[in-house]
């Protein structure tokens, strides 16, 4: 997997993209004043101007709660004023439904132009089937496409190993920290170096506090441990290695790392429905005080903010001494793995159907399209605190982020590695003995040994 | 008639603490749309009085999609899908009940399997089928429509055809009998007895037609795209991501998705009147 | 049967088009089903690139799979829940009403609402009701006294917990439809036996339900079938049948299969199943409660 590479060359540039960010986190109301100032209208690198006049369908994930969605409609509305030409926006909040949608829209040739979507395994049957043109072929004719980008830093197609879609903003795991129950129990606060002894450690005393150590509904979404504890056997290296058994050197790792999260259930560090709550109930938790760590996407940064003001929507009723003790930090470290080796990267991107790209019309116009939504002065409204992969990211205004986002990118400055997860490219039916058989595993109904081979086989089948 | 005071207290008693039970869910919904999300996990129970009102929820959902054109589309849709379950059913089950015939036995569990069919194993050959005819992802916005009223007119049918059925079989023969002698045909027997005697029938089906196409979000989300075609009920779709769901944009979206089925439940129900047989009999 | 019935032209006219509909859009996409049974799918939307090896790979799994069976067991839970809760006091509800004078139409409209709130905002509700920590009903037991909490949602529990709020919700569907065939039958038959003397209970036991059998057995049709189907309300409160796998219906082990295992292919064999079940089930309450019709 290029994986790898990606891992080890996105950190410089995540750097600057981490101060690039100048939309203020989960803040739509608030957001009008990005659209004001986006200087889009006057980028010098458009090489492709289109008569105007051309309408094109864009579907993308930025819809409903999405923190981007008005981002992504204000960036629309300057395309459109700019080009002349229209976009049919056809976008929807990303579920199963939407996925379903999007693959049934290739299979009967009603896809859009303009598509953003999942770089991973999820993308497999529209690539293999060719209906989407590679950004090494746009560039044949348009040899500015996504030049402001690292190329080393665009993921490829799990599929075939070509590049397709040009990413916007990434993604980071990392473990939040309710600082006040900390502090109760006595408790200080993990830094680079923690371990996982540490971790144990902290857990005990925590519990002994009276307080419930991990938020995390094991029965509902275990994805974020999964993913760490058997990250935490493998290195930036091997972690993205899909084993060929239960027993092989990476099926072992798979093995101990869910015994890990077995372990820890024993030791009664979850709450004590994790079982049966869902993931609603246990952020609750932690918000609430009642939890001390929580692993979660970077997404969930605007999710505890929110928790903080009096109103979600309006980041002017923000309780500063609530959100003050919440913080975020890297997940304690076994083995190999650093503590500041951490799960992200950039999942998504924009694509181009072969659809548009054979209709010259709308051939330009999804090019000018995704060269305005991927420019150096949308992207970094987008990525906010999270990644991109620019080469070249303006600087940022920090007074503009509120605490926990300040908190977020002082972690980020201190990361060693991004890598992305391995369970995307795992996906689908091969999780689910490990994923929504978790509650068998932790509860000793199921040996990790046997989900584990379960799942492989599952997954041998899909890729012959 | 005389009643007995006491018993008929009694009776009340318990239709009220039912009534209790079923209003207190929508009294529920709408108190929490008046209120920001995260109260709602905390304080769910709570009156949105002071501080905790806010009119936030209606400005997002309002923001979201134009309400007006959605509520259009979606009555629009709902209506149609009514009226061609009503006309299909109502002949079928017609049909059914009172002609013989020696595929009558193989057609009754046609209906019955007709209706265990998942919507999403039925949905995707349907809209595969519909690409091809061209009448989804059109930007016309009457065939957008059509293709989605068409799939929920079959999928309502046969409810509609085995509570109709119910129905005529405990309509009188007789009445049927003394029009034909007078010379009715069997489209006038359907049109001037079987209609106007099942009345209250037929508008129990129409009600919850009405009630399942519109409330249907996975075919509608399915068929319907643009923003200028989507329905109300979309509106529910947009309320989770990786943050969390907003519980207060739902409740929100909630009351406003269900005050027109309401409304027309209210209309229509009021031609569920006692005593149409009878009087039908009598005239 | 009457003989003015026996044109056979009308049989296709008045049968044609409802068919015509069923055909074409549930039908064809559902044979398209019974195909994808033997394809080896993992994306909803295609149809795979090869066929199940051994071709009957999924009905083997079927009929082996522990989930399958716990699904059933669950399901005709649910059935008898159905048939005894919602029919039952739906009924009981119908009669009460029939017998009031004031206040029907209150009733009758506020007997719906639970029906058009969608899944979602009624799973939120009943998950705060039943919550943990601080859900309605802890909170009254701890005020009642008790010092512990109940997890309501765990295995012991999980079972009641999701069948009390589908049976509640939908008692005010089989209220409107019973209520119809109450209005249905003639005011004069309980005239003419208030003269000859017969009580108010009399007149529910010999005139109304006999007059609605045919209504009740219809309601009764929908319930078995609808307790095969059901699967909003179930999925909000306990998605992927947590805890422990122990809360799957039919209905939401189906939707679990294709939309989220991506097990596209048993999905559709589960679909299969539950027509099959469907048209089983609903053959059998029929010769139960036989109507006066030989369907």
Redesign the interface.
């Known amino acids: 997997m290029k994986m790898k590479k990606f891992a080890a060359l996105i950190l410089g540039i995540t750097m600057t993209a981490v101060l690039a960010g100048c939309g203020v986190q989960g803040a739509a109301p608030a957001a009008p004043a990005a659209p004001a100032e986006e200087p889009a209208e006057e980028t010098a690198e458009e090489t492709s101007e289109p008569a105007g006049g051309v309408e094109i369908t864009v579907t993308t994930t930025f819809a409903g709660e999405d923190t981007n969605a008005q981002n992504y409609k204000d960036s629309v509305a300057a395309w459109e004023a700019k080009t002349g030409n229209k976009v049919s926006d056809t976008s929807a909040t990303s579920d199963e439904t939407f996925k379903t949608r999007v693959i049934t829209d290739f299979e009967v040739g009603s896809e859009p132009d303009v598509l953003f979507f999942f770089n991973g395994a999820d993308a497999n049957d529209f690539v293999n089937a060719g209906k989407v043109v590679s950004i090494d072929d746009i560039r044949a004719e348009f040899p500015e496409y996504a030049s402001n980008m690292n190329d080393d830093l665009i993921a490829a197609s799990p599929a075939d190993g070509v590049k397709y879609a040009v990413p916007v903003n990434g993604y980071w795991e990392a473990m939040f920290v309710n600082t006040k129950v900390l502090d109760e129990a006595g408790v200080a606060m993990p830094g680079a170096d923690y371990t996982w002894d540490q971790f144990i450690a902290d857990c005990d005393k925590i519990k002994a506090a009276g307080y419930t150590p991990i938020a995390a509904a094991l029965g509902n979404i275990p994805h974020y441990w999964w993913e760490f504890c058997i990250f935490n056997q493998q290195t930036p290296e091997n972690h993205l290695d899909i084993p060929q058994s239960a027993t092989d050197a990476t099926g072992a790792q798979w093995v101990a790392g869910l015994n890990d999260i077995k372990d820890l259930y024993e030791k009664g560090f979850f709450p004590d429905n994790t079982l049966s709550a869902t993931d609603d109930e246990t952020f609750a938790m932690f918000t609430d005080d009642k939890a001390a760590f929580l692993l979660d996407g970077s997404w969930k940064v605007g999710g505890i903010v929110g928790a903080c003001q009096s109103d979600p929507d309006d980041p002017s009723t923000l309780d500063a001494d609530k959100v003050a003790h919440f913080d975020v930090t890297y997940f304690p470290s076994k083995g190999n793995r650093k503590t500041t080796d951490l799960v992200g990267g950039l999942s998504m991107g924009y694509y181009i159907t072969t659809k548009a790209w054979e209709d010259p019309d709308r051939k330009a116009a999804a090019v000018s399209f995704v060269e305005h939504m991927t420019s150096d002065e949308v992207v970094p409204l987008f990525a906010q605190h999270t990644a991109s992969a620019l080469k070249n990211a303006p600087k940022v205004d920090e007074s503009k982020f509120n605490p926990l986002q300040v908190k977020a990118m002082d972690m980020m400055s201190g990361v060693t590695s991004l890598t992305g997860a391995v369970q995307d490219l795992f996906n689908g039916d091969c999780r689910v003995s490990t994923f929504d058989g978790m509650p068998d595993i932790v509860e000793g109904n199921v040996d990790a040994a046997d989900a584990v081979q379960e799942g492989i086989d599952v997954y041998k089948e899909t890729i012959e | 008639?005389k009643r007995n005071k006491a018993g008929?207290a009694a009776?009340?008693v318990?239709?009220g603490l039912?009534?209790a039970?079923?209003?207190y869910?929508?009294f529920?919904?709408i108190e929490n749309s008046f209120k920001?999300?995260?109260k709602i996990?905390?304080q769910?129970?709570a009156l949105p009085i002071g501080?905790m009102f806010?009119l936030?929820n209606y400005r997002?959902a309002f923001d979201?999609l134009s309400i007006g054109r959605a509520y259009t589309n979606s009555i629009c849709i709902s209506s149609c899908v009514t009226v061609g379950v009503m006309?299909?059913?109502g002949?079928?089950a017609?049909?059914?009940?009172?002609?013989?015939?020696k595929l009558?036995?193989l057609?009754?569990?046609?209906?019955?399997?007709?209706?265990?069919?998942?919507v999403?194993?039925?949905?995707?050959?349907?809209?595969?089928?519909e690409?091809?005819w061209h009448i989804?992802?059109t930007?016309s916005w009457a065939l957008n429509m059509l293709s989605v009223i068409?799939?929920q007119?079959?999928?309502n049918?046969?409810?509609a055809?085995?509570?109709l059925?119910?129905?005529v079989?405990?309509?009188p023969?007789e009445l049927?009998?003394a029009a034909?002698l007078e010379g009715a045909s069997?489209?006038q027997?359907y049109a001037r007895i079987v209609v106007p005697?099942?009345k209250?029938?037929f508008?129990?089906v129409a009600?919850?037609s009405f009630?399942w196409s519109y409330?249907d979000?996975?075919t509608q989300?399915?068929f319907l795209?643009?923003?200028e075609m989507q329905a109300i009920?979309r509106l529910?779709?947009?309320?989770?991501?990786?943050?969390?769901?907003?519980?207060?944009?739902?409740?929100s979206a909630?009351t406003l998705?269900?005050i027109p089925?309401?409304v027309v439940?209210?209309f229509l129900?009021?031609y569920?009147?006692?005593?149409?047989?009878?009087g039908a009999?009598k005239g | 049967m009457s003989n003015i019935y026996k044109n056979r032209k009308y049989i296709i006219l008045f049968l044609l088009p409802a068919f015509i509909f069923l055909t074409v859009y549930l039908y064809y996409p559902f044979f398209l089903n019974i195909f994808s049974s033997f394809r080896s799918i993992r994306t909803l939307g295609t149809y795979g690139k090869k066929w199940n090896e051994p071709w009957n790979e999924n009905y083997v799994k079927l009929i082996t799979d522990p989930v399958v069976r716990t699904s059933l067991v669950n399901t005709l839970y649910m059935m008898i829940a159905t048939i005894l809760g919602q029919v039952g006091i739906a009924l009981v509800l119908a009669l009460l009403v029939d017998n009031i004078s004031k206040g029907t139409q209150f009733f009758r409209t506020v007997y719906f609402f639970p029906i058009v709130i969608s899944a979602t905002a009624l799973g939120l509700l009943f998950n705060l009701i039943f919550l943990y920590d601080k859900g309605m009903l802890n909170q009254f037991l701890e005020f009642m006294g008790k010092r512990d909490l109940t997890d309501w949602k765990n295995e012991s529990h999980a079972l009641a917990t999701m069948m009390l709020p589908v049976v509640w919700q939908y008692v005010g569907f089989y209220f409107v439809i019973l209520e119809t065939g109450l209005n249905n039958i003639s005011e004069e038959l309980y005239e003419s036996a208030a003269i000859d003397g017969a009580t108010r209970l009399q007149r529910v036991m010999y005139i109304s339900i006999p007059m609605l059998r045919n209504v009740i057995c219809t309601c009764l049709t929908l319930g078995v079938t609808g307790a095969l189907k059901v699967f909003d309300l179930p999925w909000t409160m306990f998605p992927k049948g947590m805890p422990l796998k122990q809360t799957f219906l039919t209905g939401t082990y189906m939707y679990y299969q294709t939309m989220e295992a991506k097990n596209v292919d048993y999905g559709s064999t589960l679909a299969i199943l539950i027509v099959v079940l469907g048209v089983i089930l609903s053959r059998v309450t029929r010769r139960i409660f036989k109507e006066s019709e030989d369907l």
């Open positions: 008639m008929l009776l009340y318990i239709l039912w009534a039970t079923t209003i869910p929508l529920w919904v920001v999300k995260d996990l905390k769910s129970f501080d806010t936030a997002r979201r006309l299909l059913a002949l079928a017609f049909a059914l009940v009172r002609f013989d015939f009558k036995k057609c009754y569990t046609m209906v019955i399997a007709a209706m265990m069919f998942p999403f194993s039925t949905i995707i050959p349907v809209y595969t089928m690409t091809t989804t992802n930007s068409l799939p007119i079959a999928g049918i046969s409810f055809i085995i509570v059925m119910g129905f079989q405990s309509l023969l049927e009998e034909h069997i489209p027997i005697l099942g209250p029938s508008v129990t009600i919850f009630l409330n979000l996975f989300m399915f795209r643009r923003p009920t529910l779709n947009e309320l989770s991501s990786k943050e969390g769901t907003n519980y207060g944009l739902m409740a909630v998705v269900i089925v309401v439940y209210i129900q009021k569920i009147i006692k005593g149409m047989t009878a009999i």
